[in-house]
Structure formats: C-alpha cells, structure tokens
C-alpha cells in the first residue's frame, strides 16, 4: 500500500509539473512574440493609415474636380451661340418670350440632358437674375422642386451676385425650395452655381440669369467607402469664402474653416481645385493612429489570452484525464493485491496507459483462471450438482404426492377431489415435461382445457367455454403459457364483479404469414379511459399497478422473440366484453425454436 501511495503522488507531481511548465512556456511566448510583433509593426501600420487617409482624399479631390470642370464646361455651354443663355438674356426686353414653345423645349431638353448624363445630380436649376422665371429638373428619389419660388431671395445668391466670381460651390443644410414626396426633411446639398450672361454685351458680364447643380454629401461619401473603415481621418472641402461644404463630421459642415480647426502636423493634403478657390483638405491626429494601434493591440492580446485560456484548459483536461487513467490503474491493482481477481479495466485507447491496462487485464485474467481451475471450478461443480438433484427430486415428489392423494380419494368414492387432482397432476406434470420455451398450439390448448376444467369446480355453471382451433394449426409452434395468463385474467376480472355467467370465446386462424389467436368474452368490458390506460399499461409506456403484469409479461416476450409487428392488442366495450387478439408467425414448433435460438 505504501508503494502505491507514492507512485500515485509521484505520478500527480509530475503531471502537474508538466501543466505549469507548458502554460508557462505558452504564456511568456505569447507576451515575447506579440510585444516584438507590436514594437515592429507599429510604424508601418501609421504609414498604412496615412496612405489610406491620402487615398481618400484624392478620391473626394478627383470627385470636387469633376464636378466644378463640369460646372465650368456646362456654363460655357449655356454660352453657346443662340443656346439658353441667349434665351434667358432675351427677358430682359421681352420677359414672356422665354415661354415661347421653342424656347421652353430647348431649356427642357438641356436640363433633362444635364442631369442623366450624371447620377449623382440631385437637381438642376435654371433661373432669371429677377427669379421671376426658374426650370429645373430632378433626379428620382420624390425630390419635387417649387416652380414659384424666387431664387432671387436666396442669401447666398445674393451675395454672390455681389462677387466677381462666375462660378462658386456652397453648402445648402435644407434648401427652402426643396421638399420631399414622403413628407421628410430635404437632405442637405453642396450646391455648385454658374452666373449666365447677357449675350448681347459679352464683354459687360451683365448678369441676367443662373444655373444651380446640387450633389448630396452621400454621393462623396459614396468615393470612398470602400476605404473609410481603414481611412479613419477627417476630410473637408472648403470653398473661396473658407466655409466647409463638405465633411465626413457632418457637424463642420457649413462652419467657418480657419487655420486652428486642424493642426498643421495633422494635415496630410491640402490641395486646390484649379481657380475655383475650391479647397479639399484631409488630416489625421497621431492620437487616432495610436487609438487604430491600441485597437489592434487589444485585439491581439483578446485573440491571443482566448487561446491561452483554450489551451490552458485542454491541458487541465488532459491533465484530468490521464491523472485519472492512472488512479483508476493504481485501484485496480490495489483491489487485485486484496483478492479481488474478478477486476478489469476498460480499454478505450491504443496509448501507453491503454497497453499497461491491456497487460494488467491479461495478468487478471491468466491467474484468476488458474485459481478457478484448481479450486473454484471444483467447488462450484460439486454445488451445481447438489442443486441439480434438488430440482430433480422435488417436482416428481410433488406429483407423486398428489397422485398418492388422488387414489385415496378414489378410494373413500370421493371423485370430485379425484378428477380435481387429476386435472392438477395433469397441469403439473406438464410443467415439468417441457423445458423449452416453444411448443405445440395443441399441447398449449390441452393446458388450457385442464385449467379450465379446474375453474369449473370453482364457479360451477357460471364458466361456459368454446374453443375453434382448425387442425391445421395444431402443430404451429406458440411461446409457453401464452393463452393462460388471457384466460385467466378475462375469469378474474369477469367473475369477481359480475354475478351474469361467462362465456369465454377461443378461436385460432391463419391470416397471410400471421397466426392470430382470439380471447373473446362477454363480460362486462370496460370504458374507453381505462381501455387507454391498460393498452399503454400493456405496451409499456406507463405503470399501473392495478393491472398487474400477466398481460404485459405475455406482450413483450412476443415482441422480443419475434419483433414489434407481434404482439398483443385488446379491444373493450362496456357491458359488451372484452377481445384479445394474439399475433405470432405462422410457423412450424421445430422452425420456430430454431429461429428463437438464433
């Protein structure tokens, strides 16, 4: 005992030596490999971040170009010979000659072309310097635009017919004149505007009408999205008059610009769009590219104390494991070493512990069969014969007995006590005659007979039998004791409540490859309730001891032997009687044993 004792603690110390050493090892690793990782990665990931930054901003750049080259080409357009600019200098004289039918087809025509030739309009507006006359067109989306609305009154066009400029670009948060088909509040627009020109005086720059192209902030953030989530900066587009039209924080939008808002270390591109004084500026704070590296550092160290959590809990589950693979060896020999020689251990796997198992196994094994050759096989022979002999003596004292009672009933002419122990020897005798669990439907029925006629002394002329077994199923084989446990139970449950006489049906016929043999009686049968209760009771699927276990007893055996297409079923009305139907194959005694044994 002493020796087990220590090779179990030496066995647990060097398991558990192995446990710290190995986390350990995994967790020091981890800390080395992730602070160099950090240490080396760190500055490339800052030059990842400003080159996503740069890239975005050269995407809204190119989008802010675009859109006022296009801005400028489409006023140089409006300028064109007798093209829209000449129809609106025109109502200056003649104000109703715009509405001419000519007239208002070009200025159609050239908004509808204007504005499908660019999805990302979102309107086009043209209208008079006095804003008594305005055309516009929209994009889709229920945009609807007021046709009387004076544009003239709008402040930022007023102040920029003030200026020298020709063509300016200005943020709109809710731009009166617009509204929305589904009642919601017009989005606000970076609004592009061109000054038209009096083509009779072109070198006046008489200013008689302009042309308004808005663009919502989705259609620039739409740029670059695909980069945003790696691009975490901030990005302006500020105009000639230093007001921010365009942010990705929405709350600078439409602010003033100064040289403060950002600081200049911060500041990655700040480029001028031609001579439009239009401005894109883009920065990002060495505090958020920290703040992207602290993420990924958080990151690492959550995937990284995940896995160390994972693997330091599969090695104390191995460390479970085989520490008790190992205790259960050592309890095994421990109960060996106190005469326990009927111990084994289970092999689940091919390992080193799974071969010291196999070896111990075979060591149990080889001496308990000895020790059983040499001693118990001799001792338990000699208490199976004794057994034997018992079993043989008593049956056949016990016939003999009641064939010695029932001569001296003959002999005092008492022949009721005399045929009642004849029909009793008889049952007896056939019990023990028959050891096997199969036998003829003939044999089954006689036993039958013999214990009904038994009954008969009891109840007298309240029993009334009729059998109708064909002979051609005499000689089928049927499990023992199948009818009586039915016939029986229909006697008990009959007789006990009913004073009415019983008749008790038994019929026998084969049916396709089934042989069906029917209990029939005219007793008082039962409601459908407890008809339910006793077929689950029957099937096994609840207990009610009230019902006792003949019938189930007699069910499962025929299901075991044969499948669940065999069985017993029972079928009952109140003051009707009860039916029960047994189905077994139709087989010869001889095949059905032989399958049975298989």
């Known amino acids: 005992m002493i020796s087990f004792k220590r090779y179990k603690n030496k066995s647990h110390s060097i398991f558990t030596k192995i446990t710290i050493l190995t986390i350990s090892f995994v967790i020091l690793s981890s800390i080395i490999s992730s602070t160099i990782l950090i240490f080396q990665f760190s500055e490339r990931l800052k030059d990842k971040d400003r080159l996503l930054v740069s890239e975005a901003a050269n995407r809204i750049e190119d989008f802010t170009r675009t859109k006022y080259n296009m801005t400028f080409n489409q006023h140089t357009l409006l300028h064109s010979t007798d093209y829209v600019a000449s129809i609106i200098s025109a109502t200056r004289d003649h104000p109703t000659e715009i509405?001419?039918?000519?007239?208002?087809?070009?200025?159609?025509?050239?908004?509808?072309?204007?504005?499908?030739?660019?999805?990302?309009?979102?309107?086009?507006?043209?209208?008079?310097?006095?804003?008594?006359?305005?055309?516009?067109?929209?994009?889709?989306?229920?945009?609807?635009?007021?046709?009387?609305?004076?544009?003239?009154?709008?402040?930022?066009?007023?102040?920029?017919?003030?200026?020298?400029?020709?063509?300016?670009?200005?943020?709109?948060?809710?731009?009166?004149?617009?509204?929305?088909?589904?009642?919601?509040?017009?989005?606000?627009?970076?609004?592009?505007?061109?000054?038209?020109?009096?083509?009779?005086?072109?070198?006046?720059?008489?200013?008689?009408?302009?042309?308004?192209?808005?663009?919502?902030?989705?259609?620039?953030?739409?740029?670059?999205?695909?980069?945003?989530?790696?691009?975490?900066?901030?990005?302006?587009?500020?105009?000639?008059?230093?007001?921010?039209?365009?942010?990705?924080?929405?709350?600078?939008?439409?602010?003033?610009?100064?040289?403060?808002?950002?600081?200049?270390?911060?500041?990655?591109?700040?480029?001028?769009?031609?001579?439009?004084?239009?401005?894109?500026?883009?920065?990002?704070?060495?505090?958020?590219?920290?703040?992207?590296?602290?993420?990924?550092?958080?990151?690492?160290?959550?995937?990284?104390?995940?896995?160390?959590?994972?693997?330091?809990?599969?090695?104390?589950?191995?460390?479970?494991?085989?520490?008790?693979?190992?205790?259960?060896?050592?309890?095994?020999?421990?109960?060996?070493?106190?005469?326990?020689?009927?111990?084994?251990?289970?092999?689940?796997?091919?390992?080193?512990?799974?071969?010291?198992?196999?070896?111990?196994?075979?060591?149990?094994?080889?001496?308990?069969?000895?020790?059983?050759?040499?001693?118990?096989?001799?001792?338990?022979?000699?208490?199976?014969?004794?057994?034997?002999?018992?079993?043989?003596?008593?049956?056949?004292?016990?016939?003999?007995?009641?064939?010695?009672?029932?001569?001296?009933?003959?002999?005092?002419?008492?022949?009721?006590?005399?045929?009642?122990?004849?029909?009793?020897g008889n049952l007896f005798r056939w019990m023990i005659q028959f050891h096997q669990n199969i036998v003829y439907l003939e044999d089954e029925t006689s036993y039958i007979e013999s214990y009904l006629e038994l009954q008969k002394f009891r109840f007298g002329d309240r029993i009334r039998v009729t059998m109708d077994i064909p002979s051609e199923t005499l000689y089928l084989g049927v499990p023992r004791f199948t009818l009586q446990p039915i016939v029986e139970n229909a006697i008990t449950h009959s007789l006990s409540q009913n004073p009415q006489p019983l008749h008790i049906i038994i019929s026998c016929s084969i049916q396709a490859d089934h042989l069906v043999l029917v209990v029939k009686d005219d007793g008082l049968g039962m409601e459908n309730e407890i008809l339910n209760k006793l077929r689950l009771h029957i099937q096994g699927a609840t207990e009610e001891s009230a019902f006792g276990v003949a019938l189930r007893n007699v069910h499962t055996r025929i299901q075991i032997l044969f499948g669940d297409a065999y069985g017993l079923s029972i079928d009952s009305c109140r003051y009707r009687g009860t039916t029960v139907t047994v189905t077994l194959p139709a087989m010869k005694k001889e095949v059905m044993e032989e399958q049975c044994i298989k």
């Not at 990705?248 to 040289?259: A, F, H, M, P, S």
């Not at 106190?338 to 796997?349: A, C, K, T």
């Not at 799974?354 to 149990?364: A, E, I, T």
Request: glycine share 4%.
């Open 99 to 424: 509405y001419q039918s000519q007239n208002l087809s070009k200025i159609t025509e050239y908004l509808n072309a204007l504005t499908y030739s660019d999805s990302s309009i979102c309107d086009s507006i043209l209208f008079t310097a006095d804003g008594e006359n305005a055309f516009s067109h929209s994009n889709g989306g229920g945009r609807k635009i007021y046709v009387s609305y004076n544009y003239a009154t709008l402040p930022y066009i007023q102040e920029f017919s003030k200026s020298s400029d020709t063509i300016t670009a200005i943020y709109d948060s809710d731009p009166p004149y617009l509204t929305l088909s589904s009642g919601k509040t017009s989005p606000g627009v970076i609004s592009f505007i061109a000054k038209i020109y009096d083509m009779n005086y072109p070198t006046k720059q008489i200013v008689t009408g302009y042309m308004i192209i808005n663009f919502s902030l989705d259609s620039i953030d739409d740029t670059y999205n695909d980069i945003e989530s790696s691009a975490d900066g901030t990005y302006l587009i500020v105009n000639g008059t230093s007001d921010i039209i365009y942010s990705n924080e929405r709350k600078l939008v439409g602010t003033q610009y100064t040289d403060d808002l950002i600081p200049a270390p911060d500041i990655i591109m700040d480029k001028s769009i031609s001579l439009s004084g239009l401005r894109v500026i883009a920065a990002v704070s060495d505090n958020i590219l920290q703040k992207n590296i602290n993420l990924i550092i958080w990151r690492l160290t959550l995937v990284t104390s995940c896995c160390i959590l994972c693997l330091i809990i599969t090695i104390t589950m191995l460390h479970k494991y085989y520490r008790k693979r190992f205790q259960q060896l050592e309890d095994a020999m421990v109960q060996f070493s106190n005469g326990d020689f009927e111990v084994r251990l289970s092999i689940d796997s091919a390992d080193e512990i799974g071969s010291l198992s196999r070896g111990f196994n075979v060591m149990s094994d080889t001496l308990d069969s000895y020790i059983k050759k040499t001693y118990l096989a001799e001792t338990q022979k000699k208490t199976a014969e004794l057994y034997a002999l018992q079993t043989q003596i008593q049956p056949h004292f016990l016939a003999n007995t009641i064939e010695s009672i029932r001569m001296k009933a003959m002999e005092e002419d008492d022949y009721d006590v005399a045929e009642m122990l004849s029909n009793l």
